[in-house]
């Protein structure tokens, strides 16, 4: 059964940066063909993509927030870690983490529960 | 990017209602189009997949179909359960962007 599950701050400041940790169970990202991708919803509004990393370590990002978005992966913790920099109150949202497979057919079969960031001083 | 833009942005109906929901991507994207149903506090459970695939645990009165730039969810024979938020998403090209979503409400 694959299994995701998204820990880090619940509150930061404006300015600082963000780390969340996606902690990867049932599946590895070691394996053929496997991804883990980041997708936010602030409240109340739609889902955004944000970025996703492939077993290759071939990474993609939402264009509008590249220059503040870094996803790594640690196969052997079997987790994905997602930094933002300059963390404004706009980026107030739950943070979700999916599994995937490459090709996009069938993407983000599953998901982690989600956290909660709050940005404000 | 492209753009995906859903309507209508909310629908009321009443249990035992046949709906429709559509899809329209700003460029064709073939059949790489994902339908997702998000209930209050939970994460999106992806139900349609490729268009038109029924993800597997899915009840049948869900359907999907379309390719290139327009798409449908259709469900038949509402039930409760199925008063909810749906998304769909394209995956031809990265980023994998979401329509705004449909929130479906009980008549």
């Known amino acids: 059964q694959i299994t995701l599950k998204e820990s880090g701050p619940t509150l930061v400041k404006p300015t600082q940066t963000l780390t969340l940790t996606c902690t990867l169970s049932?599946?590895?990202?070691?394996?053929?063909?496997?991804?883990v991708g980041w997708i936010r919803q602030p409240p109340g509004k739609a889902l955004e993509w944000l970025t996703l990393i492939y077993w290759d370590d071939d990474k993609r990002y939402s264009p509008s927030l590249k220059s503040r978005l870094t996803i790594t992966k640690d196969t052997s913790k079997n987790q994905v870690v997602l930094t933002m920099t300059n963390m404004d109150p706009v980026d107030t949202a739950t943070y979700y983490c999916?599994?995937?497979?490459?090709?996009?057919?069938?993407?983000?079969?599953?998901w982690g529960q989600g956290t909660l960031v709050t940005v404000s001083s | 990017d492209i753009q995906m833009t859903q309507s209508p942005s909310s629908l009321s109906a009443s249990v035992g209602d046949r709906v429709t929901i559509t899809c329209r991507a700003s460029q064709t994207i073939s059949s790489y189009l994902t339908w997702y149903q998000q209930k209050p506090g939970k994460p999106p459970k992806l139900l349609i997949y490729a268009a038109s695939s029924l993800e597997s645990g899915v009840p049948s009165r869900f359907s999907g179909s379309g390719s290139g730039r327009d798409f449908t969810l259709t469900i038949s024979g509402l039930q409760p359960e199925d008063f909810a938020t749906y998304y769909c998403?394209?995956?031809?090209?990265?980023?994998?962007?979401f329509g705004q979503g449909t929130k479906l409400q009980i008549k």
């Open positions: 998403q394209q995956s031809y090209n990265t980023p994998y962007t």
């Open positions: 999916a599994h995937l497979f490459y090709g996009g057919y069938r993407p983000f079969d599953s």
């Open positions: 049932g599946f590895s990202l070691s394996t053929n063909g496997v991804g």
